[in-house]
């Protein structure tokens, strides 16, 4: 790769940045920060060709979210009056 393209390239790459960082600071509610960085993550991924390790990762972080909630529920569940 030239030097030229490499410039390019940093220079794409940097305005994906900003664009992203700029929806992310749109949003309204975590909700929608949230959905707005997944989608950057999906969109870099989708660049580097590495869609599966994305979605691994997510459904991976999903599973540890979701029994993080289940125990919370549960400790919670022994303190109520």
Do not use: F
């Not at 060709?49 to 979605?55: E, N, P, S, V």
């Amino acid at each position: 790769m030239t030097w030229e393209n490499t410039k390019r390239a940093s220079r794409k790459a940097e305005r994906r940045r900003l664009w992203h960082e700029a929806r992310i600071a749109a949003a309204a509610t975590p909700k929608q920060k949230a959905w707005a960085a997944c989608g950057w993550l999906i969109s870099e991924a989708w660049r580097a060709g590495r869609l599966d390790d994305a979605l691994d990762w997510v459904l991976v972080k999903v599973h540890e979210l979701r029994e993080e909630e289940r125990n919370d529920d549960d400790r919670d569940d022994g303190y109520a009056a």
